[in-house]
């Protein structure tokens, strides 16, 4: 791909990273904004702008204005989501809808509903579990409970088109009072802002997500309690897939959204028996946008080794992206292979194709390749390379050490004395590493003569909501090559702040050393 080259509105302005085996470019838009995007995406037209297409009516779509469908007349356009036009029509008994073009033209739509009620068919009404006081707000609008519904998902976006500005500003007025509200009383909300799962996974969103820095650390977890563990939220989706594939594969006591055992803190998915727990971490909600400080996943992973637990946590775009290497880890968690195989029956080899060993480890580490190395050695059976390692120069710290970047053993499987195994036939004598807990917790190097040496505070990386960038690739010399919208003047937060993109902290890493015994 070359630099300068237009795709649709967006030119291409420099490569910034590759990842999961994908080029990512930093582009900019006709409308002045930049977006990172995927090489394939822009080749085939998947992605033309930054966004702002959708936000307008294309000059091409078919003009409704002034037609008649039925008893609903189109008035004027309204606005357009998910690719599709939304037109302000007037029923002939006097109400204003906003009406899906395709619909219209279909003709399934027909009325703003009173045709249904003329003849007979009234439609049964959503049960949403609300309180009365939803039923007098609906009133004072002037709209179904429904309505309101939608409108909360829009609360704080400038366009809210199905609402007059007379309406608009009443709903701000109300939430802008509720949002507020201190959150000392856990029984007061759940009177309040009791819905379906839905409405109150928008409510956390929508009346505490812009003023969540205001509620002090005490007042967040009461928060957070309270939606994760009323009766209708439950856990997230993504969530509740981790937790089914656990039970799919493991018939012991699964406990979702543990509150007791390191109380008052919660435990998404907890397995009591083989003392390991799971963190589903949602990446805008475990963020700074969400006002998640630096040491808030430490302070969870700490308490659980207190008790002799080890917590994994799995970034979204992990579960989204490497989730076959994700269940793998889960199930090696649990002592659960679909193969075994022991080191003595394996021989070990310098693995000289580098493309072999950026696949083996893209393939089955959690963290991907390393690119830069000096030696790789393999543990082969039969010609199948089972686990690798890899060294090289240590990246901080006294020149000549020598760092073990990764090891990895192949999805699935256990080879049991392995990494052992390969240390004895390294030609090191010393040996350092570094653990990330987030994701491990050094036992399998304890094991084999590794020694701590020390833990080192949480580091960051940067989310954009979506995915996750290292954050040398956020350094203020590169902000200001990326961004059009920043000075030099504004800090290096900053400038990423402005642009939406925040830092997710991690829980820190082991420095562990073997010296050869």
């Known amino acids: 791909m070359d630099v300068n080259k237009t795709y649709g509105r967006l030119t291409v302005v420099s490569f910034v990273e590759k990842k999961n085996y994908r080029n990512w470019w930093l582009c900019k838009c006709t409308c002045g904004n930049t977006k990172i995007c995927r090489e394939d995406r822009l080749l085939k037209g998947t992605v033309k702008s930054c966004g702002c297409e959708k936000k307008e009516p294309a000059a091409n779509r078919l003009n409704l204005v002034g037609k008649r469908f039925e008893k609903l007349k189109v008035i004027s356009f309204a606005f357009i989501k998910d690719g599709k036009s939304y037109w302000n029509c007037v029923c002939d008994c006097g109400k204003e809808k906003v009406v899906c073009g395709k619909l219209l033209v279909r003709g399934t739509t027909k009325s703003c509903g009173c045709l249904k009620q003329i003849k007979g068919k009234t439609k049964k009404k959503r049960n949403y579990k609300v309180v009365s006081d939803t039923r007098n707000l609906a009133k004072v609008f002037g709209k179904c409970e429904g309505a309101i519904y939608r409108a909360k998902r829009l609360l704080f976006n400038e366009n809210i088109p199905f609402l007059s500005e007379v309406q608009k500003q009443k709903m701000r007025d109300y939430f802008e009072t509720t949002k507020g509200r201190k959150l000392s009383d856990c029984t007061e909300l759940a009177k309040e802002f009791k819905r379906s799962k839905q409405t109150i996974f928008e409510t956390k969103h929508i009346l505490f997500g812009e003023n969540v820095s205001k509620l002090s650390p005490e007042q967040r977890d009461k928060m957070e309690d309270y939606f994760k563990h009323t009766e209708q939220s439950g856990t997230s989706f993504k969530e509740k897939e981790v937790s089914d594939f656990i039970k799919s ?80 880890m889960i199930a090696s968690a649990l002592g659960i292979y679909k193969r075994k195989e022991f080191a003595r029956n394996c021989e070990v080899k310098e693995v000289t194709d580098k493309k072999v060993v950026i696949d083996f ?72 590493s570094y653990v990330a807990l987030r994701l491990f917790d050094a036992k399998g190097y304890l094991a084999g003569n590794w020694k701590i040496e020390h833990r080192s505070q949480p580091s960051f990386d940067i989310t954009d909501g979506e995915n996750l960038y290292t954050r040398h690739l956020f350094k203020k010399e590169r902000c200001l090559k990326m961004f059009t919208n920043v000075t030099e003047d504004m800090t290096e937060r900053e400038m990423q702040i402005k642009n939406g993109f925040y830092r997710i902290w991690d829980c820190g890493t082991y420095k562990v050393v073997w010296n050869r015994p």
């Open 249 to 328: 594969i493991y018939k012991g006591k699964v406990i979702n959204n543990d509150r007791d055992t390191i109380a008052p803190k919660e435990i998404d998915i907890y397995i009591p028996e083989k003392k390991f727990a799971i963190e589903y971490n949602g990446l805008i909600w475990h963020s700074e946008r969400a006002d998640r400080t630096q040491f808030y996943h430490w302070n969870k992973t700490k308490m659980c080794l207190e008790k002799g637990i080890r917590l994994l946590h799995i970034y979204e775009n992990e579960w989204r992206y490497k989730q076959d290497i994700c269940k793998s």
């Open 361 to 432: 480890f893209n393939e089955n580490h959690i963290q991907g390749a390393v690119h830069n190395y000096s030696l790789c050695l393999g543990l082969y059976k039969d010609n199948e390379l089972l686990q690798a390692v890899v060294f090289g120069k240590q990246h901080f710290g006294k020149k000549g050490i020598i760092e073990l970047y990764r090891m990895v053993t192949k999805k699935n499987t256990q080879v049991i004395g392995g990494f052992s195994k390969l240390m004895k036939h390294s030609p090191y004598d010393t040996v350092v």
